[in-house]
């Protein structure tokens, strides 16, 4: 039976798209060149990964891609001519925003610009209030907001009217009115979007919807279209939830795509790392140019829904990533108060680091790794890129001779600085929320993670790392693995209270929706807990029936964790979450074939100033019993480090644990 | 970085590693911060993030701070020295809010924690948060009319809160029962406590892996670090001295904050002479008020980047007058001085430092300070305005500026919580100044109450709206309402159910003169106290633009009255000698009644025009007690006396007097060598207004030191002239028979008319260069 099934993966990343087909158990992949219409890249991986596996595009059962389409769109502000319709007297809600400004101290403070330019900002006499409606929406002033809003020619319009999170009557209204006069235009209505409280993030997250709508349908169509003519399935979409969202309902909501790419990675790191038996991971995928990281806990990826992307707020639940823009292209120097700084600057792909030999001068992290021994003449081993350890020798004793430090010391330094500030953005999303990242494996992917893991390990007090097997690929597998999802909100502050009843009838509203959404999948309910008179929620577990001593045992916890203590305040109950998950199509992966003893080769490498001979050996050849570091492991285009002290062993299910010994 | 190389001794730890552990301890601050803002309860605090973590080394020095508004960065490192005087023991928490002693106005509860380690204390963390409430006459502790410090809530001076360990329940019960709703402000300061105890474990596990000598180490290092960045950029900008004033309003008055910039070399010296004593009200600043602000300031114009730490803040001296507006002294009262003086001080530095860089037109320069409140609730507020524009685009709308950056409250938070509806919240739409770009526009935010309550309201920027740059117009003053009856912005008064608030704030500054493309299009349709405003800006626009709003050229009128200077001479010498005695009459340089005498006659005048035109443009200005108006209003009489005299030769006629007075004739050696009676009492007059006027004059061009000196120069020629020369040409003629008397003469009348020439170049040129920096406004006036 298994045999049957051929599921594809297909990631597009900003260099690299990447495919993953995994037939019967078994994984093939393949990676080509990201081109200028994405859609056409997905079409060359599917079908190079598809001659690899050799079966015919007819046998694939099951198509899942990632995409940047919808994010690039919104940095860009390349998204559709949106209008907004908002309650009478608050038609600027969207670019006063909160207030604040992004950067302190600022000559020119700036706002990023508005998704809904002035003259497309519109507003309707209504008004609901927290205890109903205090002026209703005639037929009259609906009619007439929406001649208004259809003179004006919008491609996307978004509706937004305070309250409508408890009363969206007034919206759907609205809404009904827009579509039947603006036949083929976008409508996203904030009720639907994100029936949450706090109307301008329910209002942004709205706006986004509405803005990349029109762009995302479109690539979806025209993938959807390329795929049936190559025979394959329909292309399901990675959310940035982590889950897989149908097309029709993809090309409807594109909010719900932002962190598509990234969100599948983690996915794919919890897949690899649970075949191992590990549940608590911190992810770390460092790239050229950013780092991601990410913490999951009991196999499940920790979301958020407080994410800003280019300046708009989308309250939506994503994957909590933490971005820093800091990787093996990022540039070294020395700042004006003496100081070794490493990044934001990055060499990028063109010209890249030093050691590229493509005219990059300025030393990178990349050029420190060479330096030091860590990474060979080739990346990767025989076959990989040629480095140019000369070019990077250079670069780097230009530093050293500002810095007045010998080279082993400059480049040492440059990879202590990289690393502090891989520290700092792993301390964000563990310590600063509350968890210990002692108690967490540390999942090392990218083509840089591999190199650095063990030294933030070790500055992190974390015992265990784990390199997964397809670490090139990770992001396509999680796609394949990824679990189909759907998410609901519902804020119940104003109108339910603590009535158990009332609360648990919600909850069966949301079930109900579930159930026929998405039959069959597995229903999980989430709170948003807070005591009276805070302003900032915690998610806990709200297990059914809803009881109130179990929410605030369980805030009480939560509240400890995060904060130092607990309050002698009543409790309150702002929303309800449900996410609805059904498990994803591929089985687990078979263990990669070990690829036996071979010929070890030697290289010098410094740790801690010392130079040492390592042995370099190839991912392959390291076995259950381990190997003792110092030593180099090569595989594809990364390249692990085992600095002494640690202990590298290969595992049942592929992957490369390094263990302090 | 070779400065440390050379301090480091041996086995002492390395610059990347103090470098890691620098960074660990920024985390350290910004974990206390996160966990402050997550867990507190005042919105002020939850909401508006309006609080900041930081922490120092054992003898009290910043090494690390987390900063979420301006205002708390330099005022932090008194509240710990105000602790270090109280001697605090390992583990003790003091608690403050005092602002003689280290804070910075009531609302901020400033907590300072002894770190512990081994029975040591290894270093200070510091909390600070703008609580709902802390007592005092009005909800909210932000009354819009206190005098005393006593009014605005209970003052705390630094104590012990946790004596060893131990929380000191009597005190804190004690100083709660004093406020409103005392159970949600003990729950905020468990929050800080919490931040408190943050920091203690994280910075002894940081020792724990570090060790004591490397974390002491880098805790040296980070602000020597700062130091050394801060004097880099420093050194960058231009030495010089630039000054500037600005206005904060006081009913119908206005408070004058004064400031001098002095950058030299790496250092900068800011001073506040001639800054308004202290007042009545509240608008008061204590020292660390100011140096907040002025800190602000010169990060704007530095670098940004820089860790704020004692090293960042070592380069820049700021000083004030005791007993002023920027340093009051107890008991004054200072709720509006931490939120109001404090945007204006940072307003005040940067105007100053725009002489040096580019700088944006200036923004909304107020907080809009709202607060709502009865013995149920407190509802605070600040409202964003306009931000200036800048030299390359249009200033963003509706945003925080200055030295706060707080959140608003959500509308429907706000309506769950509080007995408030919100009937309006947008931008106040035209309200930015025009000009090549435009100032952001300000916000309208109306409210009305479903219950009886107190307001209280704290907002400036009512009379002078925020000024434009490089001949860009002026953002729009804000305004404020209570049922649609403008009230004044700063209030503290009942309010009925059904009652209504509208808050309009301050549009930006435009920058550049506009051009006929950057005229602001017409306003949206008129809502009601809007169409005068609208009617105004659109009014001032195109003259602005047709004109360039600035009066005629200076170098034009300079090229104009010297070429009739000389054509003055040139025709004096032609016709000296010409056989018509009429002809020699009407242009002789000596003679009333005639050509040149009625053109230096309506020269005088044209300068006396020119320096009254400057007083209408210097209208808001003050120097030091005296309108900037006054002064020129003095020089533009004293023209006027001129034209006078010389129109109707009356220093001629007292001549004639004074023989009266002699009985006859004076001889010269009665005269005392001089050969005019009235040149004594001339001299004694011109010295009696020109010593006095002088210091004024000196004031008023502040910044704008080459029109001082021109003016000067052009005094000297023309007493030179009036008195030196003419004084020998009279010896002369008594004393050497066949003098040349022609020459000497041509030489004293042509330099008198230069010299009023220079002078009416001066007051041109320098009403032209003030027009730039207010905006065009009067430019229009004028073009008229």
Redesign the interface.
């Known amino acids: 039976m298994a045999e049957a099934r051929a599921v594809l993966g297909v990631d597009v990343g900003g260099t690299f798209t990447d495919a993953v087909l995994s037939v019967g158990g078994r994984f093939h992949r393949a990676k080509v060149p990201t081109a200028a219409d994405q859609s056409q890249s997905v079409m060359a991986a599917a079908e190079q990964v598809i001659a690899a596996a050799g079966i015919e595009a007819a046998a694939v059962t099951y198509f899942a891609h990632g995409m940047t389409t919808a994010t690039n769109a919104l940095l860009e502000r390349k998204g559709a001519r949106t209008a907004s319709l908002a309650t009478s007297g608050f038609g600027d809600l969207l670019e006063i925003g909160r207030q604040d400004r992004p950067r302190l101290y600022d000559a020119c403070p700036r706002k990023p610009p508005s998704l809904v330019p002035r003259e497309l900002r519109f507003t309707v006499r209504e008004r609901v209030g927290a205890g109903g409606v205090i002026e209703e929406l005639t037929a009259a002033e609906a009619e007439r907001v929406a001649a208004e809003v259809a003179a004006a020619a919008p491609a996307a319009v978004a509706v937004c009217l305070l309250f409508s999170f408890l009363q969206p009557e007034h919206e759907r209204r609205l809404g009904e009115e827009l579509r039947r006069r603006l036949p083929g235009v976008h409508v996203s209505l904030s009720s639907e979007v994100l029936p949450q409280f706090r109307e301008y993030e329910r209002f942004s997250t709205t706006a986004v919807d509405a803005y990349l709508t029109p762009v995302v349908a479109r690539y979806l169509e025209a993938l959807a279209e390329k795929a049936e003519a190559a025979g394959l399935p329909a292309p399901a979409i990675m959310q940035s939830s982590g889950g897989v969202l149908p097309l029709e309902k993809a090309a409807a909501s594109a909010a719900l795509l932002l962190l598509s790419g990234p969100a599948a990675g983690v996915v794919g790191a919890i897949h690899a790392a649970s075949a191992s038996g590990a549940g608590d991971l911190i992810t770390f995928d460092m790239g050229g140019t950013s780092t991601d990281v990410s913490l999951v806990r009991g196999g499940e990826v920790s979301t958020t829904t407080g994410v800003n992307i280019g300046g708009c707020p989308v309250a939506l639940p994503m994957v909590d990533i933490h971005t820093i823009g800091a990787g093996g292209g990022s540039i070294a120097w020395v700042d004006a108060g003496g100081a070794l700084r490493v990044g934001p600057t990055s060499a990028g792909a063109e010209p890249g680091p030093a050691c590229y030999g493509r005219g990059g001068e300025e030393p990178t992290v990349t050029d420190a790794d060479i330096c030091l021994g860590y990474l060979g003449e080739q990346l990767g081993g025989d076959g990989g890129m040629a480095l140019d350890k000369v070019a990077a020798e250079t670069a780097i004793d230009r530093l050293a001779a500002a810095l007045d430090l010998s080279r082993d010391d400059t480049a040492l330094g440059i990879r202590r600085v990289a690393n502090a500030n891989m520290v700092k953005a792993i301390k964000v999303i563990s310590v600063e929320r509350g968890h210990d990242p002692r108690e967490f494996t540390l999942v090392a992917f990218g083509g840089a993670g591999p190199m650095h893991a063990a030294e933030l390990a070790q500055e992190l007090e974390i015992r265990r790392v784990l390199v997964p097997g397809s670490s090139g690929v990770l992001s396509a597998l999680g796609m394949v693995v990824g679990d189909q999802r759907r998410d609901w909100v519902r804020t119940v502050l104003a109108d339910c209270g603590w009535d158990e009843g009332l609360l648990e009838e919600v909850c069966e509203q949301m079930a109900a929706r579930a159930h026929r959404e998405l039959p069959g999948a597995e229903l999980r309910f989430t709170a948003d807990v807070r005591y009276q008179g805070q302003s900032h929620e915690l998610g806990v577990e709200l297990e059914r029936p809803v009881k109130r001593e179990q929410v605030e045992a369980a805030l009480a916890a939560a509240h400890e964790q995060a904060y130092g203590f607990r309050m002698q305040s009543p409790p309150e109950l702002v929303n309800i979450r449900l996410a609805a998950v059904r498990p994803g199509e591929a089985p687990a992966p078979a263990a990669e074939p070990a690829a036996g003893e071979e010929a070890a080769e030697r290289r010098l490498a410094c740790f801690d100033g010392e130079w040492l001979d390592i042995e370099v050996r190839r991912r392959g050849s390291i076995g259950a019993d381990g190997v003792t570091g110092p030593l180099g492991i090569e595989e594809g285009e990364a390249t692990t480090v085992v600095p002494p002290g640690w202990k590298a062993r290969g595992d049942a299910a592929g992957n490369l644990w390094l263990e302090r010994s | 970085?070779?400065?440390?190389?050379a301090k480091r001794g041996r086995g002492a730890p390395?610059?990347?590693?103090i470098?890691?552990i620098a960074?660990?301890l920024r985390?350290i601050c910004?974990?206390m911060g996160?966990?402050l803002?997550?867990?507190?309860?005042s919105?002020n605090i939850?909401?508006r993030r309006d609080c900041s973590t930081a922490l120092f080394d054992s003898r009290g020095r910043l090494v690390a701070q987390a900063?979420h508004?301006?205002v708390h960065l330099g005022a932090m490192p008194d509240a710990v020295a105000a602790v270090l005087a109280e001697d605090p023991a390992p583990g003790d928490v003091f608690i403050l809010n005092d602002p003689f002693r280290g804070g910075t106005h009531l609302p901020d509860i400033t907590l300072v924690s002894a770190i512990e380690r081994e029975g040591e204390v290894i270093a200070f963390a510091a909390s600070r948060a703008h609580h709902a409430d802390v007592g005092g006459r009005e909800p909210g502790s932000m009354p819009a009319d206190s005098t005393t410090l006593e009014e605005e809530g209970v003052v705390i001076p630094p104590t012990r809160l946790v004596a060893a360990g131990e929380l000191e329940e009597d005190f804190l019960r004690d100083i709660l029962s004093r406020m409103r709703r005392p159970?949600?402000r003990r729950?905020d300061l468990?929050?800080q406590?919490?931040a408190a105890?943050?920091a203690a474990r994280?910075l002894n596990q940081l020792v724990d892996?570090k060790g004591m000598e490397a974390v002491s180490a880098a805790m040296a290092e980070a602000p020597a670090?700062?130091?050394?960045?801060m004097h880099?950029?420093i050194a960058s900008l231009p030495d010089g001295v630039y000054r500037a004033e600005d206005y904060l309003e006081r009913d119908a008055r206005d408070l004058v904050i004064a400031v001098r910039v002095e950058v030299r070399g790496e250092e900068i010296f800011i001073d506040f002479e001639g800054t308004s004593p202290q007042e009545e009200g509240n608008l008061n600043c204590p020292m660390s008020v100011t140096r907040s602000a002025c800190y602000?300031a010169v990060?704007?114009?530095t670098?940004?980047d820089?860790p704020p730490n004692a090293g960042s803040l070592a380069p820049v001296r700021v000083s004030a007058p005791e007993g002023s507006l920027v340093n009051a002294r107890p008991p004054a009262a200072v709720a509006g001085g931490n939120v109001e003086a404090s945007q204006r001080i940072a307003d005040a530095v940067l105007l100053a430092f725009a002489e040096a860089v580019d700088?944006?037109a200036q923004?909304q320069g107020t907080m809009n300070n709202l607060t709502i409140g009865n013995d149920d609730f407190n509802y605070y507020e600040t409202?964003?305005g306009g931000?200036g524009a800048?030299p390359?685009?249009d200033g963003?709308?509706?945003?925080?500026?200055g030295t706060t950056?707080?959140?608003?409250t959500?509308?429907?938070?706000l309506?769950?919580a509080y007995p408030l509806?919100?009937?309006?919240?947008?931008?106040r739409?035209g309200s930015g100044g025009s000009g090549r770009h435009r100032g952001g526009d300000g916000?309208v935010r109306?409210l009305r109450l479903l219950a009886p309550a107190r307001l209280s309201l704290l907002a400036d920027r009512r009379r002078h709206g925020p000024r434009g740059a490089g001949g860009g117009e002026a953002g729009m003053p804000g305004r404020d309402f209570v049922n649609d009856r403008e009230v004044p912005p700063k209030l503290t008064r009942s309010l009925e159910q059904g009652d209504m608030v509208r808050i309009e704030t301050p549009g930006g500054g435009g920058y550049g003169a506009a051009t006929a493309d950057t005229a602001p299009a017409a306003p949206a349709a008129g809502k009601a106290g809007k169409e005068k405003e609208a009617a105004a800006a659109a009014k001032t626009a195109p003259a602005a633009g047709a004109g360039g709003g600035l009066g005629v050229s200076p170098l034009l009128v300079l090229a104009l009255l010297l070429a009739l200077d000389l054509a003055m001479g040139v025709l004096f010498l032609l016709t000296r000698n010409s056989p018509s005695v009429g002809l020699m009459r009407a242009f002789h340089l000596d003679v009333e009644y005639n050509v040149p005498s009625t053109y230096s006659t309506l020269q005088l005048i044209l300068a006396g025009v020119f320096a009254f035109k400057c007083a209408r443009v210097d209208r808001e200005r003050r120097l030091g007690g005296v309108r900037a108006s006054t002064v020129w209003l003095a020089i533009s009489a004293v023209l006027m006396i001129m034209a006078a005299d010389e129109f109707f030769a009356i220093h001629e006629r007292s001549d004639y007097l004074l023989y009266g007075l002699y009985g006859r004739y004076p001889s010269l050696a009665q005269l005392g060598g001089y050969a005019w009676p009235w040149t004594v009492f001339g001299f004694i007059l011109a010295v009696a207004v020109a010593v006095p006027m002088a210091r004024y004059t000196w004031r008023i061009f502040a910044g704008r030191r080459r029109y001082f000196f021109l003016l000067a120069l052009a005094g000297l020629i023309f007493v030179v002239a009036a008195a030196g020369i003419e004084d020998f040409d009279v010896y002369m003629l008594h004393f050497h028979a066949g003098f040349k008397e022609d020459y000497v003469t041509l030489v004293e009348e042509v330099l008198e008319m230069v010299a009023v020439s220079l002078a009416a170049f001066v007051f041109v040129a320098y009403r032209r260069s003030r027009l730039r920096e207010k905006g065009a406004k009067e430019g229009g006036d004028a073009a008229q």
């Open positions: 970085m070779s400065a440390s190389r390395d610059p990347v590693t470098q890691v960074s660990a985390s910004e974990e996160a966990a803002v997550r867990a507190s309860y919105a939850k909401e900063e508004i301006p159970q949600e729950g468990e929050a406590l919490g105890t943050i994280r892996r670090y700062s130091e050394r960045r880099a950029a602000y990060r704007v114009v670098d940004p820089i700088l944006p923004g409202i964003g931000a800048c390359d685009r963003a709308s509706g945003i925080h500026l950056n707080t959140l608003n959500p509308i429907e938070a309506e769950m509806r919100v009937e309006r919240y947008e931008l739409r916000i109306t």
